[in-house]
């Protein structure tokens, strides 16, 4: 059963599609896959993997996002049609336990043609990058209170084996993930094989040289500590000695409770933080709201898990623009 049978047909399957996965049937445009027979058909669940398939594929793959510009991807809903593609793509391209809806659809859909990304290396603990808060071995109180209360989140999280999906923010396991896919696409497609090879070694070149520039720019800073919206940032923060302080924890539609705004704006204070970060795609007022209680500004330090509405840049000049955001926060020489 397609998408592209009689109408009593179409209805059934949707029904029975819609029954499966749980999603909210909306307006749509999207396209069937298999629509080009002279490329390899990739579905992508955010824009990450789309950026990913693009370099690597080139004009030989066809690359559709599940997640549109400036919306953020976690909570994503699949209509039927994006169930529809995923279902007919000679290559879905998603990373496990970042969005439900599409592990679900992927599951019952894909099968065999589902390429997780979060099998290529093992994920980092949710609280990894996060910042050691000083207070083991303290007698004071008010500590005690901090470390029990406001990090909450972050123990329950640590404790029930969370994983963070944010790995595309370090760009060598990014250029890791690039090298496995290109092997998927030449399994797909064995005449273009080494078209695949080749543009993701291309691409790791690339990326190699965003890591050296992220590691030269940030080897001299007066400060280590990136106050942040939400946890997303721990590949970042563990490869460049970093520490993430995160508002809310790996979702950013978390509600931070009033003990953890307590105890990031004192953190912010002990660390002299001058910048506080919020993202492209969340609203900003929580941030806002600490800075200034703080006396800080805010700046936006990207987490690059979808473009912004208007699509400028891609993930390269987005990094890019992060580095030069974090040297100014942290006085970087």
């Known amino acids: ?29 999207d396209s069937p896959a298999g629509a080009d027979p002279q490329r390899v058909d990739v579905v992508a669940g955010f824009y990450p993997l789309q950026f990913l398939a693009e370099r690597i594929g080139g004009d030989a793959v066809a690359v559709t996002n599940l997640a ?4 953020e991807p976690h909570d994503l809903e699949l209509n039927p049609g994006q169930v529809g593609q995923i279902s007919e793509a000679e290559l879905v391209l998603f990373l496990h336990g970042f969005q439900p809806a599409v592990d679900e659809a992927v599951e019952q859909q894909a099968g065999d043609r589902a390429f997780d990304v979060a099998t290529v290396e093992p994920l980092l603990d949710a609280t990894a990058g996060g910042h050691d808060h000083g207070h083991e071995g303290e007698e004071d109180e008010h500590g ?47 005449d273009r094989a080494d078209e695949y090879t080749q543009r993701a070694a291309t691409l790791r070149t690339e990326l190699e040289q965003l890591d050296t520039e992220f590691t030269e720019g940030l080897k001299t800073c007066q400060r280590r ?30 509600e931070p409770s009033p003990q953890r705004l307590a105890a990031v704006a004192e953190e912010a204070r002990e660390h002299q933080a001058t910048t506080i970060f919020f993202e492209t795609l969340v609203s900003p ?32 000049s987005v990094m890019r ?11 970087c020489s």
Not at 68 to 71: E, F, K, L, W, Y
Not at 321 to 330: D, E, H, I, P, S
């Open 321 to 331: 623009t992060n580095l030069q955001t974090l040297r100014t926060a942290l006085s």
């Open 1 to 29: 059963m397609t998408f592209r049978s009689a109408p009593r047909a179409l209805a059934t399957a949707t029904a029975a599609l819609l029954a499966l996965t749980g999603v909210t049937a909306c307006s749509n445009d």
């Open 68 to 71: 549109r510009p400036g919306a």
């Open 144 to 190: 005690h209170e901090d470390e029990e209360h406001a990090d909450e989140k972050h123990a329950e999280e640590a404790s029930d084996g969370t994983k963070d999906p944010h790995v595309w923010l370090d760009p060598t396991r990014l250029a890791t993930i690039g090298d496995k896919l290109a092997e998927r696409l030449g399994t797909a497609d064995p």
């Open 285 to 316: 007022k929580v941030a806002e709201t600490i800075a200034r209680e703080v006396g800080a500004q805010t700046a936006v330090l990207d987490p690059i898990e979808g473009l912004s509405a208007e699509g400028d840049g891609d993930y390269l």
């Open 225 to 254: 500590e990136i106050v942040v919206s939400h946890t997303a940032f721990g590949y970042l923060a563990q490869k460049y000695q970093l520490e993430q302080i995160g508002i809310s924890g790996l979702t950013p539609e978390d």
